[in-house]
């Protein structure tokens, strides 16, 4: 069986004397990919001063022979059709503009242009990549290019989220310690990582705005009490502490017992984190820690962090 296999080309036209010539310069499986290809590369020819060049997107149909294999006897899902795939969503054009303007610069070689830079997708969406942060890079034409033909592996636009919070204890690895009897630690010790960091929310299957995550994790082989969402704080530089209210959002009701190998998470939207850290005082580089207090009244604490409030406030 046979069939046509849509796929679309950017043509580069160059106007001379001699007459019009005629370039295929790169091809896409996507038509998006290639209008975002063919933009960039138009945008940064007028940015040099080049005239007489255009580019166009203009489709290819390339036979593609398809297997043709028996029908199984049984089907398990009878509303599901055969070799039909679930659909994904494609990141709208807002929601690629955004994405670029949080990266600020490509992810590979650091050019600050945002009007030539595309969203990239590490793993492929055609096979199977996701919308998700963790397999989005933010590149330029040129390195959009080299990654698409394998000669460039670009930097996520946020690091995968680990499964500590959501496996089992064994799975969490512990920085090693000298064994020395001063520095055995307790097999009954609790143990609490603290963390603050930059994500994004989904929901929907829509990806929010940035927000700033609180987030605790037991590590420990003991199961730790939990009495309030003020439990969790920012130690600021100046020795306060920044206890979030009721504009932070969280998983969990209060109290909780907080198992081994579980975690949990607080958070807010970025602007608004920011904006009150501006009303409060605090602007530029900020060293900040995260610290949580358990029912039993234990104090745990976080490694310290840097934090840019001035950059994270244009993002």
């Known amino acids: 069986m046979v069939e046509k296999s849509l796929g679309f080309k950017v043509v580069k036209y160059v106007q001379s004397e001699g007459g019009s010539a005629r370039e295929e310069v790169a091809s896409f499986a996507e038509k998006w990919e290639a209008d975002e290809f063919a933009k960039g590369q138009s945008i940064r020819r007028k940015s040099q001063g ?19 294999s028996p029908l199984p006897k049984t089907i398990s899902e009878p509303h599901q059709t055969l070799g039909q795939k679930p659909k994904k969503k494609r ?6 503009k955004r994405f670029v303007q949080q990266a ?22 055609a096979k199977g990549g996701s919308n998700r942060p963790w397999n989005l890079s933010v590149l330029c034409p040129t390195c959009h290019r080299k990654a698409q033909n394998g ?21 969490i ?3 090693s310690q000298p064994k020395t009897e001063s520095v055995q630690r307790d097999a009954n010790q609790p143990s609490i990582h603290l963390e603050l960091k930059p994500g994004f929310m989904e929901q929907g299957g829509q990806i929010s705005e940035t927000v700033v995550y609180l987030e605790a994790s037991n590590r420990g082989t003991v199961p730790v009490f939990i009495p309030s969402l003020p439990s969790l704080q920012i130690l600021m530089p100046d020795g306060r502490h920044w206890i979030p209210r009721e504009d932070w959002e969280t998983n969990k009701d209060f109290p909780f017992e907080l198992r081994p190998g579980r975690g ?20 530029g580089k900020l060293k ?9 009244g234990r104090v745990f604490t976080g490694n310290e962090i840097l934090f840019d409030a001035d950059d994270w406030a244009k993002a």
């Open 50 to 68: 080049l005239e007489g060049v255009r580019y166009e997107v203009e489709e290819t149909a390339k036979p593609k022979l398809l297997a043709v």
């Open 91 to 96: 990141l709208t054009p807002a929601q690629q």
């Open 104 to 125: 600020g610069k490509c992810s590979a070689c650091g050019i600050t242009d945002i009007t030539i830079l595309d969203v990239h997708h590490i793993r492929p969406y």
């Open 151 to 171: 000669l460039l592996t670009p930097l996520a636009l946020i690091a995968r989220p680990s499964k500590g919070a959501r496996s089992q204890a064994a799975a």
């Open 173 to 175: 690895q512990e920085p």
């Open 264 to 283: 949990f998470s607080i958070w807010r939207d970025m602007g608004g984190f920011v904006a009150s850290l501006k009303k409060n005082g605090y602007s």
């Open 288 to 296: 900040l820690r995260v610290s949580c207090k358990d029912e039993a």
